[in-house]
Structures are given as structure tokens and as C-alpha cells.
């Protein structure tokens, strides 16, 4: 079977990076396997295509993500290539200081065109990633964050980030900038019904708490309501309820296993909900997501492949790119996403999960672990990265 994997490649040096350490977890499923051939392709995209060819999302890169199986897309920029050529590699990079916010041209448009131009509305950030050993060293309190079994599907193409928008003009008078949040009938019961599968793809399957601003936004009052129909008509077995994302967002760190199950939001409050989900394994560097257009069907025998986007939950990172220190585990997460969704690969996918898993409670590193400094550790991103890969040698 060939599998062909698309990079996206932001020409940064990936060697010290952390997905240099996902494209070597690929790599090992593929080498240990008969059937499994991955051909990865790298491709310019974000803040090194702004440099190369002036826009973020060149139309080279976006045909070869239209005709890739999946796209695995890393978050780091900063160090060029200098001569190392890579014949497969996967990184990309959205955003950092030397394309700020008040650029002329910028990363996370092209972000934002990809996800669209490939109807990817559906954006699954499991934070339930728990091992028992990071909770001590975690922000909360381990009793807190114990048993939490979190998983965010957000909406991805709709809401402000895609409304029409006007920026403040050059005019001195003009003092006003404005972002719509626009929600439509259809749009609310696809996503619904993502979260729907994922819910139940756990056995038991997972409560569904639909998070919104029904109290003031009349978009979150039609999410409100077509979120309640679909499940009503569509998942009568599923147990649905509705909070508004400023308590929900309180109880995330006060008590987040009222919220286990699928957390179901739009797009803005799941980008926000989502990086805060991450302090209860205890770091941003940790999730996972994948982006999808349509509902995932596994686990189930009855597999349908659809192609998607991996990537981790966080950006760039500036202040400690480029350090070899970043926490690799969400990217390394994300490509066991993309085993999983976009190629049916559910052993292969749960034996990386169990290869982060036991490196984190490495009992070699004193009881402790090997943790990046993100969790308190010494660990440097590419000696996690060969703990992994080693131990996932042995689980394939
Ligand atoms: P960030 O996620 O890059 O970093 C926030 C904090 O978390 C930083 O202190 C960083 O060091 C830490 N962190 C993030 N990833 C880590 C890892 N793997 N290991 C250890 N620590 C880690 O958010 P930011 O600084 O607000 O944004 C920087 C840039 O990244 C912005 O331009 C933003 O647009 C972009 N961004 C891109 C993506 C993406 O590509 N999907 C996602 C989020 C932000
Ligand atoms: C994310 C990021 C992006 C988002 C940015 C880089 C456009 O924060 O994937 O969470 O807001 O969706
Ligand atoms: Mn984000």
C-alpha cells in the first residue's frame, strides 16, 4: 500500500526541532512494515514562503496538499537549512516575530486559506493524554486533573475567523475595525455531527458538552438550537448539555472533569478553550490535533480513509525555537492522528501513543521520566525523540 504523505516545509532546520522527531516516528512505522510505504514530500509554506516566493500559501503547495493522503504540518520556524537536503521531511511554521502582526503579509492567512480551500472543518484536540507521573509536576493540582478525559472538537472554517472583517484604514479619521461572526444552519450540524462520531467512538460512549455565548451572541443561539436538534434527532443515545464558555472556561481549571467528554464549540472559543485544556496533562507542547472534512470513522471495521492536517495545538514558539529544547510530543501525537484518521493505522497509531506514554514514565530517569523543560525536565527534544522511536521499535 502506498501511503503518500505531504510536508509542508517552512526550510527550517528540523534537526534539533520537534518534527524532525515526528517524521523519524513515521519513518520507524514505515521501516517496520511490509504493506506500510510512506513517501513524504516537503513543501514551502508560512513564513519561509513569504521569504521564498512573497505569500504564505503558494499554489504549488496548496496542489500537492489537494493531492496528498494527509499533511502532517510542525510549528517551528527559525533556523535555515543551510545545505542539508531532506528528501522527506514535514515542517511547517505559522507565524513568529519577524512576520508580527502588523505585516503587510502574513503566516497565518495561508493557514487559514489551506484550511479552507480543503473544507477542513472539523478540528479534533484530544487533551486526555494523561499519565499519571506528569501530574505531579503539573499546574494543577494532581487530584484536580486526575481522571480527566477531555476532547475538543472544534469548528474550524466559520465564525470570526472567517466572517468579513475590516481592518482600520490609513485614514486618520477612520477609527474602526470590525470581525463578523457569522454561523450557518448547516454548518452547526456537521460539526455536531463530528463530535457525535467521536462521542461515540469511546466505549462507553463520551458525554458531549456544547460550548457557547447563547446569553448575548445570536450566532451561539442558533448553534444552541441546531446543536439540540441534531443530537436530538440524529444521536438520541448521546447525553447532550450547553454551558456558556466563560463558566465552562472557569470549571476547565476548577473542576474539568465535569466537562470529560467532547467538548463541541465554535471556532474562536475552541481556539482558546483548547490551549487552556492543555495545562491539565500539564503543557501546550503536548496536544495533538487533527483537521478533517469529514467525520472520522474509526475505530470501526468498516474504516473509510479521509485526508486531513496534523498538526500540534501550538505555534511557533520564538522564545525557545531553535534551542532544541521544544516538547516534540504533540507533533509526535499528531502523526499517531494521522496513522489513525487518514489511514485506518490503529495499531500502528496506539503503539506511538504507548511509546510517548512510556517515555514519559521512563523509570530510568529517576521515576521521573524524560520530560522536555516545558514539564519541568533536562530531557532535549531529540533525545526524547530517540526514547520514542526506540521504544516504538520494540512495539511494532
Ligand atoms: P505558542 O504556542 O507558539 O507558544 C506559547 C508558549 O508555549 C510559549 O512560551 C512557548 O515556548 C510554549 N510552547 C509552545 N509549544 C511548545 C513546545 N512544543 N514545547 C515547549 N513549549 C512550547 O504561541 P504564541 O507565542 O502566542 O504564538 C507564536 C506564533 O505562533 C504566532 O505567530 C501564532 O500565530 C503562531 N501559531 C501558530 C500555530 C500553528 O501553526 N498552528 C498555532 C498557534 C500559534
Ligand atoms: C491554532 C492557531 C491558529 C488558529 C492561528 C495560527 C491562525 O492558533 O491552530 O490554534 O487560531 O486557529
Ligand atoms: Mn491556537
Known amino acids: 500500500r502506498l501511503a503518500q504523505y505531504l510536508a509542508l516545509t517552512d526550510h527550517s532546520r528540523a534537526g534539533p526541532e520537534v518534527v524532525d522527531q515526528a517524521v523519524r516516528v513515521l519513518e520507524t512505522v514505515s521501516a517496520a512494515s511490509k504493506d506500510i510505504k510512506l513517501n513524504l514530500e516537503s513543501h514551502i509554506f508560512g513564513g519561509c514562503a513569504i521569504d521564498e516566493v512573497g505569500e504564505p500559501l503558494p499554489e504549488k503547495t496548496l496542489q500537492a496538499c489537494k493531492e496528498a493522503d494527509a499533511i502532517l ?3 517551528f520556524h527559525n533556523i535555515r537549512f543551510g545545505s542539508s537536503i531532506y528528501t522527506a521531511l514535514l515542517v511547517g511554521s505559522i507565524g513568529g516575530p519577524k512576520w508580527g502582526v502588523h505585516a503587510k503579509v502574513r503566516p497565518e492567512p495561508g493557514l487559514l486559506k489551506l484550511r479552507k480551500e480543503l473544507g477542513l472543518y472539523a478540528n479534533i484536540r484530544p487533551a486526555n493524554f494523561a499519565s499519571d507521573a506528569l501530574l505531579a509536576h503539573a499546574p494543577l493540582k494532581p487530584h484536580v486533573c486526575q481522571g480527566v478525559n477531555l476532547i475538543v472538537v472544534r469548528e474550524l472554517i466559520g465564525g470570526l475567523y472567517f466572517g468579513t472583517r475590516k481592518e482600520q484604514g490609513v485614514a486618520p479619521d477612520e477609527d474602526t ?3 463578523t461572526m457569522i454561523y450557518s444552519v448547516p454548518e452547526v450540524q456537521r460539526i ?3 463530535a ?7 466505549d462507553p460512549p ?3 458538552h456544547s460550548i457557547d455565548k447563547a446569553n448575548v451572541l445570536a450566532s451561539s443561539r442558533l448553534w444552541r438550537k441546531v446543536v439540540t436538534e441534531t443530537i436530538e434527532k440524529e444521536y438520541p443515545q448521546l447525553k447532550l448539555d450547553h454551558q456558556l464558555v466563560d463558566s465552562a472556561a472557569m470549571i476547565m481549571v476548577q473542576n474539568p472533569k465535569k466537562l470529560n467528554g467532547v467538548i463541541l464549540t465554535e471556532n474562536l472559543f475552541g481556539d482558546i478553550l483548547s490551549d487552556q485544556s492543555s495545562i491539565i496533562p500539564g503543557s501546550l507542547g503536548l496536544l495533538p490535533s487533527a483537521s478533517l472534512a469529514a467525520p472520522p470513522s474509526v475505530p470501526s471495521p468498516d474504516f473509510k480513509p479521509i485526508s486531513g492536517l496534523y498538526e ?6 520564538p522564545d525557545i525555537a531553535g534551542q532544541g529544547i521544544a516538547n516534540p510530543i504533540g507533533t509526535i501525537l499528531s502523526a499517531a492522528m494521522l496513522l489513525r484518521y487518514s489511514l485506518g493505522l490503529e495499531k500502528e497509531a496506539s503503539a506511538v501513543e504507548a511509546a510517548v506514554r512510556k517515555a514519559l514514565d521512563d523509570p530510568q530517569a529517576g521515576g521521573l521520566g524524560l520530560r522536555t523543560a516545558d514539564l519541568g525536565g533536562k530531557t532535549s527534544t531529540k533525545e526524547l525523540g530517540d526514547k520514542i522511536v526506540e521504544t516504538l521499535k520494540g512495539l511494532l
Open 206 to 208: 463520551l458525554d458531549i
Open 177 to 179: 475595525a470590525w470581525d
Open 312 to 317: 500540534p495545538i501550538h505555534g511557533s514558539a
Open 196 to 202: 457525535a462520531q467521536v462521542a461515540l467512538s469511546a
Open 192 to 194: 455536531t455531527r463530528v
Open 73 to 75: 504540518m510542525g510549528a
